[in-house]
């Protein structure tokens, strides 16, 4: 009998332990549900009028990553960016150049989350646009699961509308 009663505290102990585990990863922070490597899947525009363009094409590549410590780092290129014929990157022709900067950007610096609004503000240090140097954009977090990340930001430059990015995982 008192192994059955023994058996019982342990399934119960077990199950709160499990209960306690799967209750900590529903409370952790979007912050910490952000941390982590992500593939870059698609970068969708919205203009005013609703006609949606895909940016980087649609099968673009890319990265984003979130550091525990704040830090972000974004690379988004289209699949089909042109190698330079002259093969030195300090050579390329003016149309070479001007596809390979309609079709790519990068940026890093720091990031702050607020989890009441379920938004991401990415601090811009320096990116491959300059003009964003400096800036914080806000970007508003529309699904984030283990495995998918979507943000939007609502204010695309030159009034183009809004630019939602599609990510996932890396595992």
């Known amino acids: 009998m008192k192994w059955k009663v023994a058996l019982a505290a342990v399934a119960m102990l077990w ?4 209960f306690a585990q799967s209750g900590k990863n ?8 952000l ?5 870059f899947s698609i970068a969708e525009v919205t203009a005013p009028d609703g006609k949606k363009t895909f940016p980087f094409g649609e099968k673009p590549k890319g990265i984003l990553i979130f550091t525990t410590d704040g830090h972000f780092v974004q690379f988004h290129a289209a699949g089909d960016l042109p190698k330079l014929a ?3 990157r300090l050579t390329g022709t003016p149309e070479e150049y001007a ?3 309609h ?6 610096g720091t990031y702050s989350v607020d989890d ?4 991401v503000t990415f601090n811009i240090t320096s990116a491959s646009f300059p003009n964003w140097n400096g800036e914080a954009q806000l970007r508003t977090i529309d699904k984030l699961t283990e495995d998918e990340f979507v943000n939007t930001n609502h204010s695309v430059a030159g009034g183009r509308g809004q630019a939602s990015n599609f990510y996932t995982r890396v595992r």
Not at 26 to 33: C, F
């Open 35 to 39: 941390i982590g490597t992500w593939n």
């Open 86 to 88: 002259s093969n030195n």
């Open 26 to 33: 529903l409370a952790a922070s979007v912050r910490e549900q």
């Open 15 to 18: 199950s709160g332990v499990a």
């Open 116 to 119: 009441a609004n379920k938004t």
């Open 99 to 101: 596809a390979i900067m």
């Open 103 to 108: 079709g790519s950007v990068s940026m890093y």
